[in-house]
């Protein structure tokens, strides 16, 4: 790397682990983990963590795992693995040869589930899943002790083995911790280590039947990689006790120890893999690498360097406390890297000719970067380094000029004068028109220096020798400050993605081993790796050049061309329907009860009309209706396939799932994606991906269970009567549960709760 990483500032595990150090603790050894589930793509707050992770053990001289945390064997792909590391990598921490998989570690952390039944630390408890977390106690009272709490280690050894065997049902038996029911930690009141679950692991198959839930596995992981600083998000602050307690109970010499920090939130960013899903499937974003997506995945696509992400995870720092980061300093840090890495060029967005009058064909000089800016080694350091071409045809950006000027404007207007950057200074001689009164061309003289002062410098690029590009200008993808955490997709920006065909100079286009870019007035863009690897010139707007660029650079309104394309939007009355249409939809209404707007989308093909048809089977009209008018048909496109080539009566089924609620509608939305991709039977699917909603007892009652640990002030005032507050419960469950809960089952829960 070229520019130096700034000395890190001071933090509290930096410290902290200096004073381990310093004392001798650990013999001296640094060992860090990074422990990705693999259920998602990583994110900028991942990046923190990593960065934090590797960091500090690189500064101390240690070494930082990599280890894949698979103990949820319903939702990990190996597909997430690789992605991982190769993010991982590009980010500029290499783990290898320390990668390692928790999932490695089922026959160790059996055996230790065995060695606390032995110790009497631990027993296997036959309560209904229900029955365990009404037992659990409040806030304000404790637990009451399982019936099988004093079963003897022997038949606790037996049962145990017997769970592993496959012997009981899924949900029947769990093994819990014995430790304290009326410990005010609800995390110590006799957890649960592990349940029968027999699902197949993207891993290890199905040799096992019983797995271990997060709080045990996680810290045995820990010790059997010898990890001695055990890094983690503040969610886990409760986790800590029953993290030490695991470790003490296991005997494990050396334990390590847990530590949290504050979470990365930034504003205007959703910042959740789930949430990520729901984007994806649901066809927001075009995939989980879009540039507008915080994912690594998405932040390198749209050009983001890993050296400005790693200057951002020092810049935020390591805090105790949560707070919000704002997105500003991200992307003033990105700037920061940008300037120093991308050459300036000329690109001109929405083109609108100029012809020089007196002037044929004289180059003129310039630089790839200011002179006063240090620039990288390949660049030559003068200010005559590039010729740029300019013959006497050139385009302007049409929103640099304006044919009635607002007060204060510094760039063209008949009879303006301005300077062309590297280049002349001009002045407006006149604006042609064609036919329709449309202006195609400006003529521009060429003044001498000094025979006039310019009002402003406008970017151009030369006509006979520029190459078209399409851009792809993006925008913040949310355009609230904080995205409320289930609304969110409400709180879209629906400009989040402008693309547009301009010119761009020969000498940029001419240079594939540059992939940054500072477009001149424009912004800094990266040469989309995707659409390069097609042969297409695509270039990915990574951010604008200044903060509130995306006011100031666009033009005043009376300044706008006539001409000027504006994006169409969908609104106003319904378009008149063409004499076929007009039939499909006749009958279409005439024969269903389906709403009107599903029946236009659908009227508009044959083919879609035809789908309709024989997907109406098994689901209602209606719905049937809406979810291929507002969901197939979008998809379809998408992913550039005809109506004619689905699997009509797996759409209806799928449709019977999401009507039935067997699945919410964004589960609908990927198992549509999965069909459309692989074909197939939607119920297995639903059930391949663990999709169902989720009304079992012990899960529901764990979560609500977590929620009103965690808002007990509303919990009180929701016990003395304040009705309104059972939908934010019901609300709070649902989230935690990625969508998933059975809200009736939820309510269910709560009411029982209330009662007692
Ligand atoms: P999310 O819920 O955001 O999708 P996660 O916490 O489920 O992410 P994991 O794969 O469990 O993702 O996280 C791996 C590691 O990254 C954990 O140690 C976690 O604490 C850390 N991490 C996750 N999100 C953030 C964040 N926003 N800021 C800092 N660290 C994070
Ligand atoms: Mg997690």
Known sequence: MSTPEPTPPPNFLRTLIAADVARGAYGGRVVTRFPPEPNGYLHIGHAKAICLNFGLAQEFGGVCHLRYDDTNPETEREEYVAKILELVQWLGFDPRPNVFFASDYFGALYDYANHLIRKGLAYVCDLPDEEISRTRGSVSEAGTPSPYRSRSVAENLDLFARMQAG????????????????????????????????????????????????????????????????????????????????????????????????????????????????????????????????????????????????????????????????????????????????????????????????????????????????????????????????GEALYIDASDFAETPPNGWHRLCPGGVVRLVFGPVIRCELAVRDAAGRITELVCKVLAEGEAKPKGTLQWVDAATAVPAEFRLYDRLVRVEKPTPDD??????????????????????????????????????????????????????????????????????????????????????????????????????GRWDIPDAAARTIAASDDTTALFESAVKVASPAATAVFVANVLVGELRSVGREASSVNAAAIGELVALVEGGTIGPAQGKQVLVVLLAEGGDPAE???????????????????????????????????????????????????LSGGRADTTAVAAALSRRLKR
């Open 167 to 390: 012997e009981f049902a899924e949900g029947s038996r769990v093994l819990r911790a014995k430790i304290d029911m009326a410990n005010p930690n609800f995390k110590m009141r006799d957890p649960l280590l592990y349940r029968i679950k027999f699902a197949h692991h993207y891993r290890t198959g199905d040799r096992w039947k019983v797995y271990p839930f997060y709080d045990f596995a996680h810290c045995l992981s820990d010790a059997i990689e010898k990890i001695t600083h055990s890094i983690c998000t503040l969610e886990f602050e409760n986790n800590r006790e029953l993290y030490d307690w695991i470790l003490a109970g296991c005997d494990i010499p050396e334990p390590p120890h847990q530590h949290e920090f504050a979470r990365l939130n930034m504003t205007y960013t959703v910042m959740s893999k789930r949430r990520f899903l729901r984007l994806v499937t649901e066809g927001h974003v075009d995939g989980w690498d879009d540039p507008r997506m915080p994912t690594l995945a998405g932040l390198r696509r749209r050009g983001v360097t890993p050296e400005a992400l790693r200057h951002f995870a020092e810049r935020v720092g390591v805090a105790k406390a949560n707070s919000m980061v704002e997105v500003e300093l991200f992307e003033s840090t990105l700037r920061d890297d940008l300037n120093r890495r991308a050459p300036r060029a000329m690109a001109v967005l929405h083109p609108l000719k100029v012809r020089l009058l007196d002037r044929t064909g004289h180059d003129v000089r310039g630089t790839w970067f200011p002179l006063d800016t240090a620039a990288p080694a390949r660049f030559a350091r003068d200010k005559n380094a590039r010729v740029v071409p300019m």
């Open 488 to 589: 969110f997709i409400d709180e879209l920006n629906p400009n989040s993605l402008e693309v547009v065909t301009g010119l761009v100079e020969r000498a940029a286009a001419q240079r594939p081993d540059e992939a940054h870019w500072q477009f001149q007035r424009v912004g800094y863009f990266f040469r989309d790796p995707v659409a390069a690897a097609e042969g297409r010139l695509v270039f990915n707007r990574t951010t604008g050049l200044r903060e509130g660029w995306k006011e100031d650079a666009s033009p005043a309104p009376q300044a706008r061309l006539p001409s000027t394309p504006l994006r169409p939007r969908e609104v106003g009355p319904p378009r008149p329907l063409s004499p076929q249409v007009a039939a499909r939809y006749d009958a279409l209404v």
């Open 685 to 735: 699917i639903v059930s391949r991906l663990g999709l169902s909603k989720i009304s079992d007892p012990l899960a529901i009652t764990t979560w609500l269970d977590d929620v009103l640990h965690r808002h007990p002030a509303e919990f009180e005032r929701l016990q003395a009567g304040q009705g309104s507050l059972l939908g934010y419960f019901v609300g709070q469950v649902l989230k």
